[in-house]
């Protein structure tokens, strides 16, 4: 086991608070394929106390989660919500009624998403909204996103949103949306073999921005590497472990949100955040990043 020593800063400044680098991410707790409800609703609010126990102040999800299961359930893990909580939704998608996933762009239809999110999650505000580009699903595309950030900062200046986010966008979409109103983090596609971010990151933490990978470990197709394997057996840990500590090491701004329904699988992702990594193991895991 590599020793256990605090190398990198635990928190980052988001959305006006302190926030710890370990989140949660929530879309696992819905059914198969994040449609309908999970199997053991019990076992998704459990998972959801022993992630705020285990001091995880950063949650993510969305209300086409489900749709509307998962903000339930954290409502009714959670509710009422713990000081210094800050939970983060996204908008701009909906589903179909056999669960595929569909643009919902416009800006009545963002407006309506943010007050399904706050009717279901039990809010007068929500903390952070990303606006979801669908793009190519899981990879941005330039296009323009004003008429929908517009709608997003005329909702912050009525007290429904305090900050806004963007998903699945360019560094153009960011600057794009810092004309009209502040941002406050980007959440795209990004892991140890995922690597086209590599600049936005950069330039993210240049200005304080957070920036917060989805699919840390792969999502629908988890991280498969011989090399990530053999490493992590010889460091004693598992190779998720190993894969959510380097992202921490990969830049201040990183905020992860791995999700689980798991409860020792949500402690094992926590401890990834205490694994300290040597300069040696550091450059190891950025060669398997570069092989692919």
């Known amino acids: 086991m590599t020793q256990r020593t605090s190398t990198v800063s635990s928190t980052f400044p988001f959305a006006g608070r302190e926030v710890n680098r370990m989140g949660y991410g929530a879309m696992q707790l819905a059914g198969p394929g994040v449609f309908g409800p999970p199997k053991d609703r019990a076992a998704a609010v459990a998972v959801l106390r022993e992630a705020v126990a285990l001091g995880i102040n950063h949650i993510d999800t969305s209300d086409f989660y489900g749709p509307h299961v998962t903000n339930q359930i954290i409502r009714e893990a959670l509710h009422?919500?713990?000081?210094g909580l800050t939970i983060v939704t996204k908008v701009g998608a909906r589903r179909d009624d056999k669960g595929g996933w569909l643009p919902a762009f416009e800006p009545d239809d963002i407006e309506r998403a943010v007050h399904d999110n706050l009717r279901?999650?039990?809010?007068d505000s929500l903390d952070v909204v990303n606006l979801r580009m669908m793009g190519d699903v899981h990879a941005p595309k330039d296009g323009p996103v004003e008429p929908q950030i517009e709608r997003l900062a005329a909702l912050r200046e009525r007290g429904?949103?305090?900050?806004v986010g963007l998903s699945n966008?360019?560094?153009?979409?960011?600057?794009?949306?810092?004309r009209i109103v502040p941002?406050?983090?980007v959440q795209n596609h990004?892991?140890?073999v995922q690597r086209a971010d590599d600049a936005l990151i950069d330039a993210l933490a240049a200005q304080g921005i957070a920036y917060v990978p989805f699919f840390p470990l792969g999502g629908f197709s988890p991280i498969q590497s011989s090399a990530l394997s053999t490493l992590a057996a010889r460091l004693q840990v598992t190779p998720m472990q190993?894969?959510?500590?380097?992202?921490?090491?990969?830049a201040p701004n990183i905020l992860l949100i791995p999700g689980t329904s798991s409860v020792a699988h949500l402690r094992e992702n926590v401890a990834a955040a205490q694994l300290d990594l040597t300069g040696d193991v550091l450059a190891e895991?950025?060669?398997?990043?570069k092989q692919n």
């Open 120 to 123: 279901n999650l039990g809010l």
């Open 190 to 192: 990004y892991n140890l």
């Open 160 to 163: 429904l949103v305090r900050h």
């Open 242 to 250: 190993l894969a959510l500590a380097w992202l921490l090491r990969r």
């Open 183 to 185: 941002i406050a983090c």
């Open 285 to 289: 895991l950025d060669a398997i990043g």
């Open 169 to 178: 966008a360019t560094l153009a979409q960011v600057a794009a949306a810092q």
């Open 80 to 83: 009422p919500y713990p000081a």
